[in-house]
């Protein structure tokens, strides 16, 4: 299942569906070994937000809307920038945005762990966890999904519901729940990860959602 761009997602929305969206940040500067705790001040680029207003133009369909981050500062201004492209005031500045510490790292059983990972080769440790669903430092995957996407049900209570997360926590969910599939050199873009169609008589639908270009950053 490829990615969906924006415009196709919202096309295809049911009669009596509301919308999650569950996104990474906009762009940001490549993080570096230098910068103090692995990169999580690190903020959106000048074109992140207009990345990020382009996709709130993209949702003014919609009657009202909230706006959940993680809260590291480069996903509570993507969400505030996306709230403020569509008017809705009560979440346009990071402050505003609901921050939930779980979507920060929500994958991770063993913050130790996970730290070492990430001074060691992340990436490496990534895709043998999305091979296996398990992996040392690790929640398992298809327990973690599962729980992943009833947060996400649970306070998704508006006709648009926006969800702002990193790369790390939004690919293990998208490998479990479509088929989308990732590889070394062919990564998840900002602004992409999953359409959540929910309705009170059907189960989630989910749908691999492109926020920029064809969903993947290419190295």
């Not at 509301?18 to 490549?30: C, F, G, P, T, V």
Request: hydrophobic fraction near 45%; include cysteine; charge should be negative.
């Amino acid at each position: 299942m490829p990615f969906v761009s924006l415009s196709e997602v919202v096309a295809s929305q049911q009669k009596g569906e509301r919308l999650a969206l569950l996104i990474r940040h906009a762009e940001r500067r490549h993080i570096l070994p230098t910068d103090a705790d692995y990169g999580a001040h690190v903020r959106i680029t000048e074109q992140g937000h207009e990345q990020a207003a382009n996709v709130g133009k993209a949702l003014t369909s919609f009657a009202s809307a909230q706006y959940f981050s993680s809260p590291v500062m480069r996903c509570l201004e993507t969400a505030s920038t996306i709230a403020k492209a569509r008017g809705d005031e009560a979440f346009n500045i990071p402050e505003k945005v609901i921050p939930i510490q779980r979507l920060a790292e929500f994958y991770v059983a063993d913050f130790k762990e996970y730290e070492r990972l990430l001074r060691e080769g992340f990436y490496e440790a990534i895709f043998d966890y999305l091979a296996t669903g398990k992996a040392l430092g690790f929640l398992p995957i298809a327990e973690a999904s599962q729980e992943f996407l009833n947060l996400i049900v649970e306070n998704s209570t508006e006709p648009l519901n926006v969800f702002v997360s990193h790369d790390a926590w939004i690919v293990p969910f998208l490998t479990h729940f479509t088929e989308v599939r990732f590889a070394p050199n062919r990564w998840m873009n900002f602004l992409s990860g999953a359409a959540i169609f929910l309705s009170e008589k059907t189960p989630p639908r989910i749908i691999p959602v492109a926020g920029l270009g064809d969903g993947y950053l290419r190295f």
